[in-house]
T-cell receptor
Framework: GAGVSQSPSNKVTEKGKDVELRCDPI?????LYWYRQRLGQGLEFLIY????????KSGLPSDRFSAERTGESVSTLTIQRTQQEDSAVYLC??????????????FGEGSRLTVL | GEDVEQSLFLSVREGDSSVINCTYT??????LYWYKQEPGAGLQLLTY?????DMKQDQRLTVLLNKKDKHLSLRIADTQTGDSAIYFC?????????????FGTGTSLTVIP
């Protein structure tokens, strides 16, 4: 597709289960970001991938959170042993990340996670 | 991360101007952005300003940047009901691992017919 695609769009899970969220960035975009948006709050940075460089994981809130990206394509965000406070919308964005570019982020519609 | 702050809510009457304000902390920011999020949708870039500019106008949108005070504003002229959305301010700060973006909490704009 032409835009950033995320799946699933909605996920309801029980506390303690693991979940995987997927992001397909725009083809050719070297940078990929994951953000978390809790109800009534702003975007919280989680992790950033840039090409083949080591990812910036500084925003991951705990070791229950991890993410992978294969080359410059699909990324998966995994949350292990989910807790109720993990309930949020998880947004993925991609970007052409090179010097001189305005750095516009293209966002997917998000994956809404509800932990019961 | 950097602190980007916005007021949470703004309500205006249709046809009036809306002004959404934002403060940020990183003086080395290269670009500053305004994103719009409509209900149930992802964020979309509305406009941006390079840090060496103090004003940018784009149709009904005017962005003002005060670098000294680290203050950014978005003015929407002749606000329409379709402008009702959440508006996020964001700054782009370079780092040794690439470019990082920091977002504000978002301002929910309600346009009253």
């Amino acid at each position: 597709g032409a835009g950033v695609s995320q799946s699933p769009s909605n996920k309801v899970t029980e506390k303690g289960k693991d979940v995987e969220l997927r992001c397909d960035p725009i083809s050719g975009h070297t940078a990929l970001y994951w953000y978390r948006q809790r109800l009534g709050q702003g975007l919280e940075f989680l992790i950033y991938f840039q090409g083949n460089s080591a990812p910036d994981k500084s925003g991951l809130p705990s070791d229950r959170f991890s993410a992978e990206r294969t080359g410059e394509s699909v990324s998966t965000l995994t949350i292990q042993r989910t807790q109720q406070e993990d309930s949020a919308v998880y947004l993925c964005a991609s970007s052409l990340d090179w010097g001189g570019n305005t750095g516009e982020l293209f966002f997917g519609e998000g994956s809404r996670l509800t932990v019961l | 991360g950097e602190d980007v702050e916005q007021s949470l809510f703004l309500s205006v009457r249709e046809g009036d101007s809306s002004v959404i304000n934002c403060t940020y902390t990183d003086s080395s920011s290269t670009y500053l952005y305004w994103y719009k999020q409509e209900p149930g949708a992802g964020l979309q870039l509305l406009t941006y300003i390079f840090s060496n500019m103090d004003m940018k106008q784009d149709q009904r949108l005017t962005v003002l940047l005060n670098k000294k005070d680290k203050h950014l504003s978005l003015r929407i002229a002749d606000t329409q009901t379709g402008d009702s959305a959440i508006y996020f301010c964001a700054e782009r700060a370079g780092s040794n691992t690439g470019n990082q973006f920091y977002f504000g909490t978002g301002t929910s704009l309600t346009v009253i017919p």
